[in-house]
């Protein structure tokens, strides 16, 4: 049987009436960009998690990096965030000219509060806390160490979107969530879209005024903005997405269920939920001594699995002028030679699940 490691056009054919309905709705609109269907899905999405406002921006990255700019970060600013992260969550605040300050990843792969304390000094504005591989982050902690050093606190949610702490959404601890709808994504659009989740409406209008070249008023520019804008084609079909997501989160906790309960190899270490914490499984990461020869047994057996990620951001090329060497962070850097994401996605089959649990447990 042959397994890849995502097969996205499983969740569009579950889907596909309705999406093409929506897709030709909007073609047919003569209305593309900034409208109904961006406003409708910045209410709904916002109403998923309990309120606030959201502003459909055009990436994940964009997210990031606007948040921190509205937010008044910039050069000489220090941001806290974990090494194992995706680059994009460190690119965010450099875009800026910001510096990011690594701190080590906990047991269940995000920003270890109790090494946090440590790293913040005279410039750190902020603390970023990406909820990794779909898992909430600790943000108890968390939040308690932004309010008591006066830190903006950011949510990279591009993993995490419906995982909650003590049942509160993950993007509405802090300042700005912020969320991608990258097709591979909980809630992933055709295409590429991002968002972020404030409370405040003056924050919602910031963001609102810089995704459209700064202006409120057309040709009226009150700031140096950007073009970052979710096109009305992404909005509607992510309406249609959010639609069906309850049901489509239930089906990865089922799958992730049956991966802890039935995958047994002692060379293979399983995901933890942390307590308070709830996961929506946008990747199913288990740790592996001998990893690249899991890869290698699973390929022969026709069964597709990504690492995520194997160069932390600090070894990165991109960042060598931050000057990290290898040993800078060993939990980050152990992570990255040990983490293998098993094929997790809406649709797979029972006889699909079962294959893989056989081969890993036959390893
Ligand atoms: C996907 C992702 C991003 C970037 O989102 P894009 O929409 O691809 O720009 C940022 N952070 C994390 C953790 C991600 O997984």
Redesign the pocket.
């Known amino acids: 049987m042959k397994i890849l490691a995502n097969r996205m056009d499983r969740g569009f054919f579950r889907y596909q009436k309705e999406f093409e309905d929506k897709a030709l709705e909007v073609l047919r609109s003569g209305w593309y960009v900034l409208g109904k269907e961006v406003k409708s899905f910045e209410e709904e999405f916002a109403s998923y998690l309990g309120g606030g406002y959201c502003v459909g921006l055009a990436?994940?990255?964009?997210?990031?990096w606007i948040a921190f700019r509205v937010l008044g970060i910039g050069p000489g600013d220090e941001v806290i965030v974990q090494g194992n992260?995706?680059i994009?969550?460190v690119m965010?605040i450099t875009m800026n000219g910001a510096s990011p300050v690594f701190v080590e990843p906990d047991e269940y792969y995000n920003l270890d509060p109790a090494k946090i304390e440590e790293k913040i000094t005279e410039r750190t504005k902020a603390i970023l806390a990406?909820h990794?591989y779909g898992q909430a982050s600790k943000m108890d902690e968390i939040s308690a160490l932004a309010k008591k050093y006066g830190l903006k606190l950011v949510e990279?949610c591009?993993?995490s979107h419906g995982a909650c702490f003590g049942g509160q959404m993950t993007g509405t601890f802090g300042d700005v969530g912020?969320f991608?709808?990258?097709p591979s994504?909980n809630i992933g659009a055709f295409g590429?879209?991002?968002a972020v989740a404030v409370r405040d409406e003056k924050l919602a209008e910031d963001f609102r005024i810089f995704r459209n070249y700064g202006s409120e008023k057309r040709y009226y520019n009150k700031i140096v903005g950007a073009n970052s804008r979710l096109d009305e084609l992404q909005a509607g079909l992510l309406r249609v997405r959010l639609l069906h997501t309850e049901e489509c989160q239930q089906e990865r906790i089922r799958i992730a269920g049956r991966y802890l309960q039935e995958i047994r190899n002692p060379k293979v270490i399983l995901p933890k939920v942390r307590e308070g914490a709830t996961a929506v499984w946008?990747q199913f990461v288990v740790r592996c001594e001998e990893r690249d020869r899991l890869i290698e047994y699973l390929n022969g057996k026709e069964i597709g699995t990504i690492i995520h990620y194997p160069i932390p951001p600090h070894l990165s090329e991109a960042y060598g002028y931050l000057g990290y060497g290898r040993g800078s962070f060993p939990i980050t850097e152990q992570y990255a030679q040990q983490v293998l994401s098993l094929p997790m996605y809406n649709g797979m089959t029972e006889e699909e699940q079962q294959y893989v649990i056989d081969a890993v447990n036959g390893f």
């Open positions: 990436s994940g990255l964009d997210a990031l992260t995706y994009a969550s965010g990406v990794l990279d591009a993993q912020c991608s709808f990258y994504k590429d879209g991002g946008h």
